[in-house]
T-cell receptor, first 118, second 114 residues
């Protein structure tokens, strides 16, 4: 069974540009969550999509948005890039909502997309 | 405020030695606690998931403990190997309305030296 895949793996952009990252979950998984990871802040939750609907959202500005398609694949978009957006962006998939009451609903993470903003 | 704090921030041990990583949380109401291992440049991989009623759970050389009364968890690594060098992240699930919310610790960076 293939794991979570993310594309591209590395990306270099300049300030003011926009970027779209892609995540393909494990087959059969319906939930996709996005995280930003920086050395200083650790893992920060961005948002979670389930059945094409955003179900949960972290404390990030509106420049960060996402969507999920009918095949559960998800994209994340960041507009008007800032230097501080440089980070590893991780995607995780699970069968149900990530933090569902079922304690064994495990999240599987992808390898991440390393975004550098110059 | 619900928080997850991990200690130490970083740790260096010699190959073959044991070590214990700590996770203290103030999350309430509590649902479950997870430990992840993250190798440099890669996504986190789940090691254990424990509910309120579980005190200990093992995964090979990794043993996690949970004391729900004191809101503390530990991850014990036995007979460390060079491949154990990674960041270890503690994640606590908070029951919040119709679904739970995941709260991440900042992680402990472990370096195993030969």
């Amino acid at each position: 069974k293939a794991g979570v895949t993310q594309t591209p793996r590395y990306l270099i952009k300049t300030r003011g540009q926009q970027v779209t990252l892609s995540c393909s979950p494990i087959s059969g998984h319906r939930s996709v969550s996005w995280y930003q990871q920086t050395p200083g802040q650790g893992l920060q939750f961005l948002f979670e999509y389930f059945s094409e609907t955003q179900r949960n959202k972290g404390n990030f500005p509106g420049r960060f948005s996402g969507r999920q398609f009918s095949n559960s694949r998800s994209e994340m978009n960041v507009s008007t890039l800032e230097l501080g957006d440089s980070a590893l962006y991780l995607c995780a998939s699970s069968l149900r909502l990530a933090a569902t009451r079922s304690s064994y609903n495990e999240q599987f993470f992808g390898p991440g997309t390393r975004l550098t903003v110059l | 405020k619900n928080q997850v704090e991990q200690s130490p921030q970083s740790l260096i041990i010699l190959e073959g030695k044991n070590c214990t990583l700590q996770c203290n949380y103030t999350v309430s109401p509590f649902s479950n606690l997870r430990w992840y291992k993250q190798d440099t440049g890669r996504g986190p991989v789940s090691l254990t998931i424990m509910t309120f009623s579980e005190n200990t759970k093992s995964n090979g050389r990794y043993t996690a403990t949970l004391d729900a009364d004191t809101k503390q968890s530990s991850l014990h690594i036995t007979a460390s190997q060079l491949s154990d060098s990674a960041s270890y992240i503690c994640v606590v699930s908070e029951r919040s309305g119709g679904y739970n919310k995941l709260i991440f610790g900042a992680g402990t960076r472990l370096a195993v030296h030969p």
